[in-house]
Structure formats: structure tokens, C-alpha cells
């Protein structure tokens, strides 16, 4: 509670100081009377002190009026008169000013330059041009470099067929459709030793809608039925027991079949079929199949 009245305190006296009549006020007091604080700092004693000021200012009103309202008047004017004349003075000072820089303005325009601050100058204005030469150059080259892949990406979208697309047809393959393998797809679809291969228990049909549909990827196949026939969900480890393979080539797999947008890896390592690997189990029959 004490520092909190001190600190009022401080605050008022701060701003009784920053007032400009007290200032003003006390300046002028101590130049009106200057003898009254040489004799109170000198070396009289104390009574002679009190004898001095007694003859300077005999009585309370002598105070009053010789000691008191002359310096308050001189504050006043001060406060009052000055801004005027200040102000006339800043603006003929600034109109001054400003005369002089045109004048110097209009020297150093009708100046001319000497032999090296031309030579400086065109030699700036050179290196300038250069420098803008080989911007204009590099971005020349970035935009040829831009028009060139934005060809190809345009080549390439051009001869790529939307795998929803190609999954529709080959899902509405007709059965009667059911052509001879290709010698390099009844190698494909053979067991290899050690491993087990899912798709041998599946009919005829659909193992080669499979092969159309994975391009005779035995190994993306076996993935995508283990995952199928987990209910949709495993972990690589699991996958790797059911096919007897190792992880890594398990890992391989799904990452082609993610690519392919037909799994998913979800929370805990453990991957997922997404919508369209669901569609495509569905209509080929192989929920059924493995439920």
C-alpha cells in the first residue's frame, strides 16, 4: 500500500514538473532571483544570510510582488508571446532551406559531368544492360523447359487409359471370351516352390480377369487376395505368413497396388483395400470366394 502511494506520488510530481508554466515559472524565478540563491550557497552564516534576505525583501509583500509576480509574468509571456515569433522564424528558416536546395538543384543539373564520372556512368549503364541480357536469357530458357514438360505431361495424359476404365472392360469381359493363355501367363500362374498362391483355387475366369487386370503380376494377385481374404485389413507380417513370402517382396507389393489405388496403408502398419479394390473384389465374385 506504501509503494502504491509512493508511486502516486512520483506520478503527480512528474506531471506538476512537465506542466510548462512551472517550468517556464521556475526558470524565471531563479533568473529574477539569482543573488537570493548565491547568498543561501555562500559561505555567510546563517545569520547574515537571514539579514540579506531580510534587506532584499523586507516584508511578505515585497516578496509577493518583487520576488513572485514578475517572474510569473515573464513565464506567462513566455508561454503566451513566444509560439509567434517562434513560429515566423521556423517558417522563414524552412522557406530558406528549401530555396537552397533548388538553387543547388538547378547548379547540379546545368553541371556537366566530368571525363570519369561519364565513363562511371556508362560503364553502370553496361554491366545494367548485360545483367538484364541474361535475365531476359535465363527466363527465356525456363519458359521453353516449361512448354516442353507441359508437352509431354499432355503426350502422356493423351496415351494413358484411366485404370477405372480399363477395370470396366476387363470386368465386363464376356466369358466366352476366355482365350488360351500366353505361355509367359501359365508361367506366371504357376506355384513357386514354397509358396502359396491363392489364385489356384479360383475358377478359370476369374484367375484371367485377374491377369488381364494386374498384367500377369503374379505377385501383386496373391497380395491382393491374402488381403481379401483377411476381410480387407492385415498387417505385412500376417500377409507374409498366409503367403509363405518374404516381407520385403510383401512390401513390394503393396506398394505397386497403392500405387494402383487398390490398397491403402491405415493406422497400427496394418494396410486396407480402398473403394475401388472393394468394387473390384466384388464384381469379379471374390468375397464370395473367400468368405
Same mark, same amino acid.
Given at each position: 500500500?506504501?509503494?502504491?502511494? =509512493?508511486? *502516486?506520488?512520483?506520478?503527480?510530481?512528474?506531471?506538476?514538473?512537465?506542466?510548462?508554466?512551472?517550468?517556464?515559472?521556475?526558470?524565471?524565478?531563479?533568473?529574477?532571483?539569482? +543573488?537570493?540563491?548565491?547568498?543561501?550557497?555562500?559561505?555567510?552564516?546563517?545569520?547574515?544570510?537571514?539579514?540579506?534576505?531580510?534587506?532584499?525583501?523586507?516584508?511578505?509583500?515585497?516578496?509577493?510582488?518583487?520576488?513572485?509576480?514578475?517572474?510569473?509574468?515573464?513565464? &506567462?509571456?513566455?508561454?503566451?508571446?513566444?509560439?509567434?515569433?517562434?513560429?515566423?522564424?521556423?517558417?522563414?528558416?524552412?522557406?530558406?532551406?528549401?530555396?537552397?536546395?533548388?538553387?543547388?538543384?538547378?547548379?547540379?543539373?546545368?553541371?556537366? &559531368?566530368?571525363?570519369?564520372? =561519364? $565513363?562511371?556512368?556508362?560503364?553502370?549503364?553496361?554491366?545494367? =544492360?548485360?545483367?538484364?541480357?541474361?535475365?531476359?536469357?535465363?527466363?527465356?530458357?525456363?519458359?521453353?523447359?516449361? $512448354? +516442353?514438360?507441359?508437352?509431354?505431361?499432355?503426350?502422356?495424359? @493423351?496415351?494413358?487409359?484411366?485404370?477405372?476404365?480399363?477395370?470396366?472392360?476387363? &470386368?465386363?469381359?464376356?466369358?466366352?471370351?476366355?482365350?488360351?493363355? /500366353?505361355? *509367359?501367363?501359365?508361367?506366371?500362374?504357376?506355384? /513357386?516352390?514354397?509358396?502359396?498362391?491363392?489364385?489356384?483355387? &479360383?475358377?478359370?475366369?476369374?484367375?484371367? $480377369?485377374?491377369?488381364?487386370?494386374?498384367?500377369?503380376?503374379?505377385?501383386?494377385?496373391?497380395?491382393?487376395? @491374402?488381403?481379401?481374404?483377411?476381410?480387407?485389413?492385415?498387417?505385412?507380417? $500376417?500377409?507374409?505368413?498366409?503367403?509363405?513370402?518374404?516381407?520385403?517382396?510383401?512390401?513390394?507389393?503393396?506398394?505397386?497396388?497403392?500405387?494402383?489405388?487398390?490398397?491403402?496403408?491405415?493406422?497400427?502398419?496394418?494396410?486396407?483395400?480402398?473403394?475401388?479394390?472393394?468394387?473390384? =473384389?466384388?464384381?469379379?465374385?471374390?468375397? /464370395?470366394?473367400?468368405?
Amino acid at each position: 500500500m506504501f509503494e502504491d502511494f =509512493a508511486k *502516486d506520488i512520483k506520478a503527480q510530481l512528474y506531471e506538476r514538473v512537465r506542466s510548462p508554466l512551472l517550468g517556464a515559472f521556475a526558470f524565471s524565478w531563479v533568473l529574477w532571483n539569482h +543573488r537570493l540563491i548565491m547568498a543561501f550557497f555562500s559561505e555567510m552564516k546563517f545569520a547574515e544570510k537571514i539579514a540579506y534576505f531580510d534587506d532584499i525583501y523586507p516584508t511578505l509583500y515585497d516578496f509577493w510582488i518583487c520576488g513572485v509576480v514578475p517572474p510569473l509574468l515573464f513565464a &506567462l509571456g513566455y508561454i503566451f508571446l513566444y509560439p509567434y515569433p517562434a513560429r515566423w522564424i521556423y517558417n522563414y528558416s524552412a522557406r530558406q532551406d528549401i530555396r537552397l536546395k533548388e538553387a543547388r538543384n538547378k547548379i547540379e543539373d546545368i553541371t556537366p &559531368l566530368s571525363q570519369e564520372q =561519364a $565513363k562511371a556512368l556508362r560503364k553502370l549503364m553496361s554491366n545494367q =544492360a548485360i545483367e538484364h541480357q541474361k535475365e531476359i536469357q535465363e527466363l527465356d530458357q525456363l519458359n521453353q523447359e516449361l $512448354k +516442353r514438360q507441359l508437352s509431354l505431361s499432355a503426350q502422356q495424359a @493423351a496415351n494413358q487409359v484411366p485404370r477405372s476404365e480399363a477395370l470396366k472392360e476387363i &470386368l465386363d469381359w464376356p466369358d466366352d471370351n476366355k482365350a488360351g493363355r /500366353s505361355p *509367359d501367363q501359365e508361367n506366371s500362374t504357376k506355384k /513357386s516352390e514354397g509358396r502359396v498362391k491363392l489364385s489356384d483355387s &479360383l475358377p478359370e475366369d476369374v484367375n484371367l $480377369k485377374l491377369l488381364q487386370i494386374f498384367q500377369s503380376n503374379q505377385l501383386e494377385i496373391d497380395i491382393f487376395l @491374402a488381403l481379401i481374404s483377411a476381410g480387407g485389413r492385415e498387417k505385412i507380417d $500376417k500377409i507374409s505368413e498366409i503367403l509363405r513370402m518374404n516381407p520385403i517382396a510383401v512390401q513390394h507389393g503393396l506398394d505397386q497396388l497403392g500405387k494402383s489405388g487398390l490398397t491403402v496403408e491405415g493406422s497400427s502398419n496394418y494396410y486396407v483395400l480402398t473403394d475401388i479394390g472393394r468394387e473390384t =473384389a466384388v464384381n469379379l465374385g471374390l468375397t /464370395s470366394i473367400f468368405s
